[in-house]
């Protein structure tokens, strides 16, 4: 398993843009797909994002398509969620995690981070 770490959350308005952060330990990080998923108050936790170890697939929810971009730095370790043109309906905490799986499935993750907020306004 690895251990993670997500960061670049805060509060912005509608339109506007943020970069999640999500810096990985271990030295086998290469190995593990990556995934995003966010979770709104009262609702249940929901895919976003996945890149596969090497970085050469990528997959989207819908509603995020054209808006959000996933990337990883495997010297870095770390995983990036790019969230442009964002809307009040993005508002979430947001978590990376880790799968030996290029799935979208959040059983199949082992490994998750604490989350980091990010809220919209409109």
């Known amino acids: 398993q690895v251990q993670l770490v997500e960061s670049g959350g805060g509060l912005v308005q509608a339109g506007g843009s943020l970069r999640l952060s999500c810096a990985a330990s271990g030295r086998t990080f290469s190995m593990y797909a990556m995934g995003w998923f966010r979770q709104a108050p009262g609702k249940e936790r929901e895919f976003v994002a996945a890149?596969?170890?090497?970085?050469?697939?990528?997959y989207y929810q819908d509603s995020v398509k054209g808006r959000f971009t996933i990337s990883r730095d495997n010297a870095k370790r770390t995983v990036y969620l790019e969230m442009d043109s964002l809307k009040p309906e993005d508002t979430a905490v947001y978590y990376c995690?880790?799968?030996?799986?290029?799935?979208?499935?959040?059983?199949?993750?082992?490994?998750w981070g604490q989350g980091t907020q990010v809220a919209v306004s409109s």
């Open positions: 890149i596969t170890g090497s970085g050469s697939s990528t």
């Open positions: 995690a880790a799968s030996s799986l290029f799935t979208t499935t959040p059983a199949d993750f082992a490994s």
